[in-house]
């Protein structure tokens, strides 16, 4: 039995179509199809032939507190890839991934272990700090990548390695996330390994994965963790203290709590992650993106996420996740918002246009990118001078998010976040089909073609909450219930369209200090900076290269300002997008502003005009939180 208002569809039940599928496509032949060649984090194989220990020749007796590093950044590029491919890739990278999977598994241990690890390394020590967070990477690839291809073999793979890892655990007593030295912060990702645990659970229906699941969050709250990996521990997410560690460690824990719930239905654990939520609304910016240059803040100190501030790709990736779930868990319309808005917005500004690489840090106002900056805020398809996380976490996040567009209900299903889709998936002897024709952010319509609907099928469409009115262009099958969802529980033909519109408003979000961003619909916009990019290091052997990003006129150096008397007239301009709606997006606002920067025609600045805004997502360099001039 589980605690929650839907399940999640199986991976691969939807695939993305339109703008979606086109930037899936440009990310195969950008940074996420080019990692394994241009980076040895992500090209050494560290799950078969690359396996680390001091019997391997690429490390010798050195197996140290860091050793875990590559399994993260080959892990994490996995699940990405795979998810990418298996939406829009072509045979050979089909063939690719599975020729990867097929070596990581042939390197399976008689004793069911799957890992990074070799055998002479996890017999030096009990409980190996890393191995929980490595292996459950590579084991969520091949549980997602084996699901969508009913590949039984891989999945009894996954069900043996699931086995030893309940076996270590029980032999590693006090050991498992007792102090490491020197102090990495990597016990704060083995958590990680209980989604794998509770999707393995959810596939199965054995309750031992669960019990292991509960056992290790038990352990882990009671651990002597550092202030950078504690935000997560039971207690902690009970107290009144602000979150203050690592962003991503944050982002993903806080997912632990409910997720056992949902199994075990333990009322402290729902009360820690509501209470968890909370308090990370504190800590997040307009676009939704937790505050996180590497920490939320610092012991004793509340967060700050402030417009200027830096804000991490890791950290965006598992808080849309983690947002999704608490959406399907507990049917909270402001996840399920926070969601789309990290997608829609901060996900797209940190991504380079051309799928070439991405921001390991991107602010709301930002004039520029550069490495002068710091190591972590140029644009990289590796950011390998830091550290190659944040870019293999760009290329999970379109297949983690696309996967949880549509969930499933009671005698139905659910959609949850619109787009160019088509979702597939058998309730009882039907074989229901859901598209999703639209343009969406870029459309405010969206047309519902769905085929193979049982009579008694429940539709069920969530209303933004930039949204007043979900309306209905075209007939409907029965008068729907109206709330923070449309429900739609009618006596269905096998075949239906619906046609629906979210009318796209101006709205504002204020950040922390008082400035304003305004909004059409889901987007947030910003004031476009035209930027100049130079490149600053190549990758041999390819065309990618790190590059900073500088204002192409440096007169546009100042921040605009908005005037409050223009606010009410301001307004949002839809045309047809281009061919990738992020380039030409075919979508602004205008509105009344103050240009304080240098002009031609005066000695001075402060002059008056229009300001065309555009998403956030069509800029490189922006300002998107801006003063309200009174008056």
Not at 10 to 24: D, F, K, L, N, Y
Not at 425 to 433: A, F, I, N, S
Request: hydrophobic share 40%; proline share 7%.
């Amino acid at each position: 039995m589980t605690h929650a208002v839907g399940r999640p569809l199986p991976a691969g039940s939807t695939v993305p179509e339109g703008w979606i599928a086109r930037q899936a496509r440009q990310n195969l032949d950008g940074f996420v199809g080019a990692l394994p060649r241009i980076s040895a984090e992500v090209g050494g194989e560290v799950f078969a032939a690359g396996r680390l220990g001091p019997d391997s020749a690429a490390v010798g007796d050195n197996v140290g507190a860091v050793q875990w590093w590559n399994g993260e950044s080959e892990g994490n590029w996995l699940i990405g890839y795979a998810g990418h491919v298996r939406m829009v890739g072509t045979d050979r990278e089909r063939a690719d991934v599975a020729a990867r999977i097929a070596a990581a598994v042939a390197h399976q241990d008689p004793d069911g272990y799957l890992g990074m690890f070799t055998a002479a390394a996890r017999q030096a020590s009990r409980w190996l700090p890393g191995d929980c967070w490595t292996t459950s990477r590579l084991l969520l690839a091949i549980e997602e990548w084996a699901g969508a291809h009913h590949d039984h073999d891989l999945l009894a793979a996954v069900d043996r390695a699931v086995d030893w890892l309940g076996a270590r655990f029980e032999a590693a007593g006090p050991a498992a996330f007792a102090d490491a030295e020197p102090e990495t912060a990597v016990r704060g990702h083995d958590l990680q390994v209980v989604d794998l645990l509770l999707d393995v659970a959810r596939r199965t229906g054995r309750p031992e994965p669960v019990d292991l699941a509960v056992r290790i969050y038990r352990r882990f709250s009671l651990a002597p963790l550092s202030w950078v990996e504690d935000d997560g521990q039971l207690d902690h997410l009970l107290s009144g203290d602000p979150f203050h560690g690592h962003g991503p460690h944050v982002a993903e824990n806080l997912r632990i709590p409910l997720r056992l719930y949902e199994f075990t239905g333990d009322q402290q654990l729902l009360d820690a992650a509501q209470a968890g939520w909370a308090k990370l609304l504190a800590a997040v910016g307009v676009t939704g993106a937790l505050r996180s240059d590497e920490t939320v803040g610092a012991p004793g100190q509340r967060p700050w996420p402030v417009p200027e501030a830096g804000y991490e790709y890791c950290a965006i990736t598992e808080l849309a996740i983690t947002a999704s779930e608490f959406a399907r868990i507990l049917d909270r319309p402001d996840a399920a918002d926070l969601a789309e808005t990290l997608w829609l917005n901060a996900a797209q500004a940190a991504r380079a246009a051309d799928g070439s690489g991405a921001a390991y840090f991107f602010a709301e106002n930002q004039p520029a990118a550069t490495r002068a900056m710091g190591a972590r805020w140029d644009i990289s398809p590796t950011h390998d001078d830091a550290a190659v996380c944040c870019v293999p976490n760009a290329g999970r996040i379109l297949p983690a998010m696309i996967d949880r567009s549509v969930i499933m209900i009671e005698n139905g299903l659910r959609v949850v976040q619109y787009g160019p889709m088509i979702t597939t998936v058998r309730l009882g002897d039907h074989r229901v089909t859901l598209r999703q024709r639209t343009e969406f952010p870029f459309s405010d319509t969206i047309t519902l073609e769905l085929s193979g609907l049982p009579t008694d099928f429940v539709l069920e469409l969530r209303v933004p909450g930039w949204c007043e009115n979900l309306e209905f262009v075209a007939p409907v099958i029965e008068t729907p219930e109206v709330g923070t969802v449309v429900r739609i529980a009618a006596s269905w033909p096998e075949q239906a369209v619906l046609t629906v519109r979210l009318p796209m408003r101006i709205g504002s979000k204020r950040s922390v200090d008082g400035r304003v961003a305004l909004t059409a619909g889901p987007l947030i916009m910003s004031h476009p900076i035209e930027h100049r990019a130079e490149p600053t290091r190549s990758y041999p052997g390819s065309e990618f290269a790190d590059q900073d990003l500088t204002p192409a006129d440096p007169r546009s150096l100042h921040a605009p300002y908005l005037l409050r008397s223009g606010l009410d007239t301001a307004t949002v301009i839809m045309k047809e997008p281009g061919e990738d709606p992020w380039t030409a997006p075919g979508l602004t606002v205008e509105v009344e502003g103050l240009d304080p920067n240098p002009r031609q025609e005066a000695l001075g600045g402060a002059g008056t005009g229009t300001l065309h805004l555009v998403p956030i997502g069509s800029t490189m360099l922006r300002y998107t939180c801006l003063v309200v001039l009174e008056g």
